[in-house]
């Protein structure tokens, strides 16, 4: 694989994200099927939140939304990560985690944590988290709200600096 990680361009990329989330199905998220009108208002680039394109060999193969960007001394980034139907199962989820961690940690030397969160029964997504060193750290019980209306738990997750800094270094020993 040859991946790369760059970042959406505002507004230039507006008609490809649209047709990056209208052309896949996202079943964990709480809208798992977007049309256009409702994927034009996923916020991309904003004041506190900025995207990236994951790409294999130049080809769009995912998007990483960093949000809560706005109070990195305070407060946790978190983000959220879509990878092509198609392209899921690859290693690509697990490579995005590894690269955005390490992205949020040097980009803001203030930064002391992330976060993420996950449906309860998103096995891919709690695989990649234990692979790149997030912790479960609580289980909000049917706290998200699914299209349907139905409820399911929701698991947070989160890494450290000093957590992120011990892995780095045992994987370059
Ligand atoms: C969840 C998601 C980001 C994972 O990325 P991915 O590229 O598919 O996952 P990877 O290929 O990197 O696999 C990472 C781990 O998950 C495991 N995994 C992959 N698909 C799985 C599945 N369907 N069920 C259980 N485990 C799975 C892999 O075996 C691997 O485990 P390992 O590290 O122990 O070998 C991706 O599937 C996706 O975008 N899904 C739809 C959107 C979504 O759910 N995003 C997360 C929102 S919080």
């Known amino acids: 694989m040859a991946v790369s990680f760059d970042p959406v361009v505002w507004p230039d990329d507006a008609d490809d994200v649209v047709a990056f989330l209208t052309a896949n199905d996202w079943p964990f998220h709480g809208t798992p099927h977007l049309d256009r009108a409702s ?9 506190d939140v900025a995207s990236v394109w994951i790409r294999d060999a130049g080809r769009v193969v995912g998007l990483v939304r960093l949000l809560d960007l706005d109070d990195l001394a305070d407060g946790s980034p978190v983000f959220d990560l879509r990878i092509a139907a198609a392209h899921r199962g690859r290693g690509l989820g697990r490579r995005a985690v590894d690269w955005l961690t390490t992205f949020l940690f040097t980009a803001h030397p203030v930064l002391h944590r992330i976060e993420a969160t996950t449906r309860d ?3 891919a997504m709690q695989a990649v ?4 060193g997030y912790r479960q750290e609580g289980r909000f019980v ?3 709200t699914n299209a349907d209306g139905s409820r399911s738990d929701a698991l947070s997750y989160a890494i450290l600096r000093r957590e992120h800094l011990a892995r780095s270094a045992a994987h370059r020993a």
Do not use: G, I
């Not at 994927?39 to 004041?47: G, K, L, T, Y």
């Not at 988290?129 to 790149?132: D, G, K």
């Open 142 to 144: 049917e706290a998200w």
């Open 39 to 47: 994927a034009a208002e996923v916020r991309v680039v904003d004041d």
């Open 121 to 123: 029964d998103n096995a």
């Open 129 to 132: 988290f234990a692979a790149c």
